[in-house]
């Protein structure tokens, strides 16, 4: 069983920043891709920000130059970095990750999700 927990959440003021934090725990060979996802007030859950084992990066328009997703890989730890935070910012942000099994399987986990609140 993987766990993925998230810390970093909270209420910034509107151009603020903050940092999300996800590390992978339990028993697995190794994690592809890692990533956040957002679901907003009555919107469909919507990809962040993404990055792979090579440190290739993918990023959502909405985000780009203002987030910032790297990885430690030795911890098996994700950070995403949110400067110049707006209002539509605003959502719930889980992390993401594609595990390979000891039997070699790939299962995609879920972490329990943290609010991110800007206020205007």
């Known amino acids: 069983q993987v766990q993925l927990v998230e810390s970093g959440g909270g209420l910034v003021q509107a151009g603020g920043s903050l940092r999300l934090s996800c590390t992978a725990s339990?028993?697995?060979?190794?994690?592809?891709?890692m990533a956040w996802y957002r679901q907003g007030p009555g919107m469909q859950r919507e990809l962040v920000a993404a990055?792979?084992?090579?440190?290739?990066?993918n990023y959502a328009d909405s985000v780009k130059g203002r987030f910032t997703i790297s990885r430690d890989s030795a911890n098996d730890r994700v950070v995403l970095r949110m400067n110049s935070l707006q209002p539509e910012d605003t959502a719930v942000y889980y992390c993401?990750?594609?595990?390979?099994?000891?039997?070699?399987?790939?299962?995609?986990?879920w972490g329990q999700g943290t609010q991110v609140t800007v206020s205007s």
């Open positions: 990055i792979n084992s090579g440190n290739t990066t």
């Open positions: 993401n990750a594609d595990v390979r099994g000891q039997l070699g399987y790939v299962y995609r986990y």
């Open positions: 339990g028993s697995f060979s190794s994690i592809h891709v």
